[in-house]
């Protein structure tokens, strides 16, 4: 059971075991496997077991009453446990073969990956708003509802739009919540339409969400300088279209300037305009979608308004509403009556003008999302937010113009790009791709940028390096990144092998994808 | 500003090199009418630190926590004690401020946390293959009538009166978008659950039968029955799960019968947090099912080396490759909170899992005899794991819980709240009782719900007085 390493990392010679150039030795392999910091860890049902506990429990009593009607657990559950200590040395030693903003620079395009404040973690802390329940009679949570509301409002304010519902979970979830909204409108209207526009550049959520709310899908073409192409646009438009779907900044990176325009086209055949606010962070404090004929957008409180990415969640996708979709906002939402207090309506009042399409969620959203956006708000204020936009802006343009002369940059001659900075990998030789120089740029110390992403550019390179990098930061990843385009181009065979230094070497994906192994068993 | 590292020189300096001669320069492709003179009007300027945190402190001070008073609610959110190392292990900034693992190599930390919470869900529910997680309860729920649906190729899923009905409004919601068809039916104030008026439900055309365990009044009851049911009609048996400790002490739907399992995690490790961030769970009985599933799977793999390694895998079923033919749009999960609730199952293993229950249940047991005592109360439930349905004479329970909270008791969630407007449920109280629920608690509640009840009896004889 305790073997030195089970975790798979064999004390094998070193792969770069010769002498290196310069002279240097990459040293012997060592018995644990460990080298050094970098510590190998093995999976807990390989050291914990079913008799180990890091909690003080009483014993279970025998002959305690019970009430559970035959349906006690008789087989074992097959769960290990650990101690505390091993409990926290094994999660340490996880967290250390993982990357994070904390770490370093992180310029994964359309992910914002952005400095996480402390205070937001503190302040989702306090018990106030960490240890109550979603159904404490109201008037005992009148300060969450406060929140709730406080934040409704800057997001309405930034926005430019008069409602909001702030019960979606993440983007995705967002994006479902104001395409339903679209097909109630249209299905009050008499007839729920057929088709929902996508442009090429989109995320993959746009087409997935749209199919998902019983829309059928059609693509709209980009033009060469990287934008939706209006004229195709306008000329599939007509009373079949119920919606389009544009993202604003647009994953090329480049502001929609005729977004205005496809707004008043779309609105002309009775449709509705979803914006995809992924990329708001480019444009808040600045610009005030409103102004631009948005009906829906969601927000990703975890993008723009800086809660922490986790790993892969949790998120929070609250969605702004125009007038003409605002009645059908779901369920539920909070209000603020005459006399100050907050209510959360949960059912839908006969006789009002609100009919909500349904309930997105058990409860009332992300509450934990919500403290962490709103002190962030409150900490950059409207001054600081149009700074964080022009920050993060500056920073993009900064990057483009100095890898332009070196990378194919697609888009360079379309005007500044927005937060984030578009390449294409068309220039390398040796068979080398875009994928060989993000693995390389783990070797030096990065967050590889989004890649192959949007689908629009041959192997496309997103870079989105964010508002809070500083410009020495900024300026040693252009050096590293030049470097290794001069690599990639001259065809350095030793890219495709990258990364050398990283807990891992390249993972076999097809392997695991041909015979999943999803879950843990115990070895034959 | 204390997040943001440009100085003016800086900000002149790369002005200069993009060519432009203000910020204004690089904002040129923004149409005139959506231009601003300035920052957005009508919200506060930039604060400190200390500003903010005053700010956010008087916010949180208006409400009642839960470990200031007598706490009993349940209904889908349960409060437990949550070991000081878990919020130590969510907090460390690797964990913290990384993003979906896409590049497998330096985010092992993330994927070996998935691989072993996926592994700890699967055997706690009894499937073979659990995901990385969804985003809560009642989304997942959802998520497997949508699967249910591909995996028959029909469009009917029948739903137990019995499931939480915030579950079954999501799952209505979103079968009106669809076209799938649900067959619902109102919940029955009765000892056992009505099985027998479930099952009749199920046709040729139905894709799933939806049972919550235990179910939203708190009662046990027994799957193997509907599994056999669903299974004989073609149908998948969905079933859902709101409390994962309840799983230490009583069977898994696995063991059970049930084809797609899922449930809320927020029990373990996350918290209460006023319903958000939760934790979906999804888990299938049988691998054959594991590419109509929706959400991020990590599997195991090994480097160009030979070591063993872990990735995202089967993406192919994803929303970023598969576009609108994608099993699920999700993208964004609950990864951190999948990190709590790994982290806190593994501080407590099998024999803590098994202890956790017990204990749950033991204090529930103390509770529904002590309540069932109080003039005017009726327990329901013949069985129950740690929350069970109370009827309470005179008013409404809405009221009730009220009335209590006035006399600093958070005393159960009325049914009359989750279902408004259903006047057989009004009288109905749901209490629920964990480890963390002291026997001093339950003898405060049991006090005051008598005296609430004797006042309401009181004023309604007070009532009957010729008025006026």
Redesign the interface.
């Known amino acids: 059971m305790n073997a030195p390493n089970k ?4 004390p ?1 010679a070193p ?1 770069l075991g010769e002498l290196s150039e310069d002279g240097m030795h990459n040293g012997p392999a060592t018995t644990t496997g460990n080298r050094a910091l970098m510590l190998e ?1 093995p ?3 390989e050291t ?8 003080d ?5 025998a002959g ?6 035959g ?12 101690t ?1 200590p091993e ?2 040395r ?3 030693r ?10 370093g620079f ?1 310029p ?1 395009g359309s ?1 914002t ?1 952005k ?3 402390r ?1 937001n ?17 109201q ?6 509802l ?2 709730i509301d ?1 934040l409704a409002t ?1 997001l309405k ?2 926005t430019g739009m008069p409602a909001v519902a702030m019960s979606p ?5 967002g ?2 919540c104001g395409i ?1 909204a679209i ?1 109630a409108a249209h299905t009050a209207a008499g007839n729920p339409r057929e088709v929902v526009l996508v442009p090429e550049s989109a ?3 746009n ?8 829309y059928k ?1 059609d693509n709209i073409p980009a033009t060469p300088e990287g934008r939706v192409d209006v004229e195709a646009l306008k000329a599939r438009l007509g009373p079949d279209v119920a919606a389009v779907m544009i993202t604003n900044p647009n994953t090329c990176g ?2 929609e ?1 005729d ?2 325009t496809i707004a008043d086209a779309v609105h002309a055949v009775g449709g509705y305009v979803y914006c995809d606010g992924a990329n708001f962070n480019a ?1 808040v ?4 979608p409103g ?2 004929g948005v009906d829906a957008m969601h927000i990703n409180l ?1 993008k723009t308004f ?1 809660t ?9 996708g609250p969605v702004v509403f125009s007038e003409a979709l605002a009645p059908f906002a ?2 539920p939402y909070v209000e603020k009556d005459d006399a100050g207090d907050y209510h959360l309506v ?2 839908e009042v006969v006789g009002d003008d609100h009919t909500a ?13 919500f ?1 962490r956006a ?2 962030y708000m ?11 936009a ?2 993060a ?3 993009a ?2 990057i ?3 890898l332009e002369d070196i990378l194919h940059a697609p888009f360079a001659d379309s ?2 790009c927005m937060h984030e900075a578009l390449f294409g990998d068309k220039d390398f030789g040796g068979g080398l791709s875009t994928l060989d120089l ?2 390389g740029l ?1 070797d030096e110390g990065y ?2 940028m989004t890649v192959y ?1 949007p689908l629009v550019v041959h192997g496309a390179m997103l870079v989105e390096p964010t ?5 020495g ?1 900024i300026d040693q990843f252009i050096t590293a990144f030049r470097s290794l385009v001069e690599r990639a181009k001259a065809g350095d065979e030793t890219l495709k ?1 990258a ?1 050398y230094f ?8 097809t ?3 041909r015979k ?5 068993t115990p070895e034959e | 500003m204390r997040y943001l590292p440009l100085t003016d020189t800086d900000r002149a300096d790369m002005l200069a090199k993009c060519g432009a001669d203000s910020i204004d320069d690089l904002f040129v492709d923004v149409p005139a009418v959506a231009q601003l003179d300035g920052p957005i009007r009508d919200l506060p300027m930039h604060a400190s630190e200390m500003i903010v945190e005053r700010h956010m402190k008087a916010l949180a001070g208006k409400n009642l926590t839960a470990e200031n008073t007598p706490f009993f609610l349940g209904a889908g959110a349960y409060r437990h004690h949550i070991p000081a190392s878990v919020d130590t292990v969510i907090q460390r900034g690797e964990f913290l401020t990384a993003y979906t693992p896409y590049q497998p190599e330096i985010a092992q930390g993330t994927l070996q946390m998935l691989f072993e919470f996926q592994t700890q869900v699967a055997r706690l529910y009894g499937c073979a293959v659990a995901n990385a997680s969804l985003y809560d309860g009642s989304t997942a729920c959802w998520e497997a009538v949508a699967m249910a649906t591909r995996v028959t190729k029909r469009n009917r899923a029948v739903l137990s009166g019995a499931l939480h009905p915030h579950y079954a409004e999501v799952v209505k919601t979103m079968a009106q978008f669809t076209g799938d068809e649900i067959a619902d039916s109102a919940p029955a104030i009765q000892t056992e659950p009505d099985l027998e008026g479930l099952t009749s439900r199920i046709d040729e055309n139905t894709a799933c039968v939806v049972v919550q365990y235990p179910d939203i009044l708190g009662r046990i009851s027994d799957l193997s029955e509907v599994a056999d049911a669903a299974h004989e009609k073609g149908a998948l048996l969905v079933v859902v799960n709101t409390e994962p400790v309840a799983l230490g002490a009583i069977k898994s739907p696995g063991e059970m019968g049930a084809d797609i399992v899922v449930g809320e995690g927020q029990a373990l490790g996350v918290g209460l947090q006023f319903g958000g961030p939760y934790l979906g769970l999804f888990a299938v009985r049988d691998a054959k099912h594991v590419r109509q599933m929706p959400g991020r799977l990590c599997g195991e793999t090994t480097d160009a080396e030979g070591k063993r390694g872990f990735v995202l895998t089967l993406s192919t079923r994803e929303q970023h490759i598969r576009r609108e033919k994608a099993t699920s749009n999700i993208c964004t999960n609950s990864g951190l909170c999948a990190l709590a609730f790994t982290t806190h199952m593994t501080l407590l293993g099998e024999k803590g899992l098994r202890q956790l229950a017990a204990e749950n249940h033991r204090l529930a047991c103390l509770a529904a005899d002590r309540l069932e005592k109080v003039p005017g109360v009726k327990l329901l439930n013949n069985a129950f794991f740690n929350e069970f349905t109370l009827m309470l004479d005179g008013k409404p329970a809405r009221e009730i819980v009220r009335d209590l909270t006035e006399r600093g008791v958070l005393g159960g969630v009325s049914l009359g709240r989750l279902y408004p407007g259903v006047e057989a449920l009004e009288h109905a109280l749901l209490v629920a009782v964990t480890e963390t629920t002291t026997v001093e608690d339950i003898e405060v509640l049991a006090t005051e719900l008598e005296a609430v009840i004797a006042s309401d009896a009181a004023h309604s004889t007070a009532q009957m007085e010729p008025a006026q």
């Open positions: 975790s798979g990392w064999k094998v792969v860890e999976l807990i049902f914990g077991h079913a008799e180990t506990t890091g909690v429990l009483p014993e279970i009593g305690a009453p019970t009430r559970l009607a349906f006690e657990r008789s087989e074992p559950i097959g769960l290990v446990g650990l505390e409990t926290v094994h999660y340490t996880l967290s250390r073969q993982n990357y994070g903003i904390d770490l992180f994964l992910c990956m400095h996480n404040p205070l973690e503190k302040m989702a802390r306090l018990p106030g708003f960490a240890d109550i329940h979603p159904l404490a009679p008037n005992s949570v009148q300060g969450a406060e929140v406080q800057w304010t930034l979970k993440a983007g995705a979830h994006e479902l339903l097909r995320h993959g959520t087409p997935a969400t749209a199919a998902f709310a019983g899908v480049l502001f300037k977004f205005r444009i404090g600045r610009v005030r102004d631009l975890h800086s922490p990415h986790g790993g892969g969640g949790p998120g929070s779901p369920l949960e059912e399409f349904g309930r997105m969620t058990a409860f009332h959203g992300q509450m934990g999302m403290t709103l002190t409150l900490s950059h204020g409207a001054d600081g937010l149009k700074q964080v022009e920050d802006v500056l920073n343009n900064y483009l113009r100095s005007g500044p993000a693995k783990i967050h590889p992403f508002e809070t990098e500083s410009k930061s092998q990364p990283a807990p891992r070497r390249r993972l076999d994906e392997a695991a994808a999943p192994k999803l879950a843990w």
